[in-house]
């Protein structure tokens, strides 16, 4: 029974969790939290910091964790808890796999259509408008934004832009400078 209901709740997640991973979040607690009660808020809390520590999109590592955590916390044992999370991993990824296939499909048949690049050509600079949205709306208080979180920025900026430095260790140096800055 719970398999059906992991599987009918991640369903919805992956069909109405438009905004990515941290939009889902609210949806993941509504149903998981508070409907269903399969985890207590604690435990999602940290599912949520697990997943975002770990590599790959956040609603997809969340639905894992919950999927194996749920069918555990209902008295199942830790084999059929990996079922749960097999389930719930598919059942988020599943309509967004569609979306895109069936986007695909029809997209080869209609990429020269000057609706369709007309259309492309006003998505690219809104797809950059939604990352500077969400960049500055992680500048605030809570994240600590100060001279030298600028500076770091900055940096970072100028030399991944002008010197071609590889993001991955644009990241690791900007750590080193973080630990050197605010130590």
């Known amino acids: 029974m719970i398999y059906l209901q992991l599987l009918w709740v991640y369903l ?5 969790g438009f905004g990515g991973g941290y939009a889902m979040l609210s949806l993941i607690q509504a149903d998981v939290v508070d409907k269903y009660k399969w985890i207590t808020l604690q435990e999602f809390t940290d599912i949520v910091a ?16 919950i999927g194996y955590t749920a069918v ?25 796999f569609v979306l895109v296939l069936v986007i695909s499909y029809y997209f080869s048949r209609f990429k020269n259509n000057k609706y369709v690049e007309a259309a492309f050509l006003g998505l690219r600079p809104a ?22 979180s600028f500076l770091i920025f900055g940096a970072a900026f100028l030399l991944t832009w002008k010197f071609k430095i590889h993001p991955i260790l644009m990241i690791f140096l900007a750590g080193i400078a973080g630990l050197i800055l605010y130590w």
Do not use: R, W
């Open 12 to 16: 919805k997640i992956g069909i109405f």
């Open 72 to 96: 555990l916390n209902a008295g199942y044992s830790p084999a059929m808890a990996i079922l749960g999370s097999c389930l719930t991993t598919f059942a988020v990824c599943l309509p967004s």
């Open 50 to 65: 697990i997943s975002q520590m770990t590599p790959g999109p956040i609603g997809i590592n969340s639905a894992t964790y």
């Open 127 to 148: 797809t950059v408008g939604l990352i500077a949205a969400a960049a500055l709306m992680l500048m605030n208080h809570e994240n600590f934004i100060d001279y030298k």
